[in-house]
């Protein structure tokens, strides 16, 4: 999936419009790759960062990712 964001700012913006989590799919937007290999990592125990389930819906919260892409700051 083609990144929507280039910007580090931009990126950073998007996924604070998303609120507390973003899916799958808006952190493919982000960091790229495809959305249904975030669910298979966070089945198999080896996505990392934070997340949650909600049903069958995977929620991945959005500070950690923040901290990741700006390098912890």
Request: net charge positive; aromatic share 8%.
């Amino acid at each position: 999936m083609k990144r929507a964001h280039k910007t580090l700012e931009e990126r950073v913006a998007f996924l604070r419009n998303c609120g507390v989590t973003c899916s799958p799919r808006e952190l493919a937007q982000v960091l790229g790759g495809n959305p249904y290999s975030y669910n298979v990592a966070a089945r198999n125990g080896k996505l990392e960062f934070d997340h949650t389930w909600h049903g069958v819906n995977l929620r991945i919260y959005t500070e950690p990712v923040i901290k990741k892409i700006t390098g912890g700051s």
